[in-house]
């Protein structure tokens, strides 16, 4: 066999064999802004990019109708060096799990928490993570919600500039983060446990 195509088939068995390993996830906890700041900061995770998932509505937009969604995240990880038990693990502990109206200063449907799982065994991962969460936190209510895993639609076109927020606004993202009491409250609630 040629040299040039024996390195070229190892080379495209790397590719599919790499992309073959990554899993896909998502999740809600308010603010997308920052539930991508805090995730891209997790090593194994490749990527995250804010939208919409959870409603009926196709194709919601931030500045248009976007009822019955949810502001969520969805995130490629690679599973060799994050489990989806680590990924939620690292979620409840970014989120505050007993607020039904939002998060943080954010309140309404959109800003709301919510695993979407996208098959039994991640299903059966996260109600299993839930209850762990309630066993730290005797006679509270936990009301996150672990729903099915619906379409995501991406934040795009003239709304673009929500992705990245946090990089390519740093003074606006933490003015805005701090005023909202986002890391106060997950401080209250989680302790050192908070990721910030």
Not at 156 to 184: A, L, M, T, V
């Amino acid at each position: 066999m040629n040299k040039k195509l024996s390195v070229l088939l190892i080379l495209l068995a790397v590719i599919f064999t790499s992309n073959a390993k990554a899993e896909k996830t998502v999740l809600a906890g308010g603010c997308f802004w920052c539930m991508e700041s805090d995730f891209e900061k997790l090593k194994g995770v490749t990527d995250v990019i804010s939208g919409f998932t959870g409603g009926t509505l196709q194709n919601p937009t931030y500045n248009g109708n976007h009822q019955g969604h949810y502001e969520a995240v969805e995130i490629t990880y690679d599973p060799k060096t994050v489990s989806y038990k680590e990924l939620l693990d690292y979620y409840w502990v970014n989120i505050d799990p007993f607020d039904a109206e939002g998060q943080f200063c954010d309140k309404g449907g959109s800003y709301r928490s919510a695993i979407f799982a996208g098959n039994d065994n991640e299903r059966k991962i996260a109600e299993e993570s839930k209850r762990n969460v309630e066993k730290m936190f005797p006679g509270r209510k936990i009301v996150t919600p672990i729903l099915n895993a619906s379409t995501f639609y991406p934040i795009k076109g003239n709304e673009s500039y929500h992705q990245d927020f946090y990089k390519n606004n740093p003074i606006r993202y933490k003015i805005y983060r701090w005023n909202c009491g986002r890391d106060k409250r997950l401080k209250e609630i989680w302790g050192d446990k908070a990721t910030h």
